[in-house]
């Protein structure tokens, strides 16, 4: 289970993925036909969104339980 914490610190969203769309990162949120997606953060570059995914999967392959929290950095 992925909890992210937006980059705004408005929401704390439950994602079933996370996704780059140009500079943004998106997570979807909901099951099948009830999906929705939420802009997670915004940065100045597609690469830099690009980053924080790999910070992301970082954060996934070092956690011991099943539920991993991840806070959206600014930049």
Known sequence: ML?????DEQSLVHVNEVTV???KLEGI???DSLDWTKTLGKYDS???????LQDIVKAIEASEGATITYKMPDQ
């Open 29 to 31: 949120i909901g099951r």
């Open 21 to 23: 769309k140009g500079k």
């Open 46 to 52: 597609q690469g830099r969104a690009a980053e924080i």
């Open 3 to 7: 909890w992210i914490f937006t980059q």
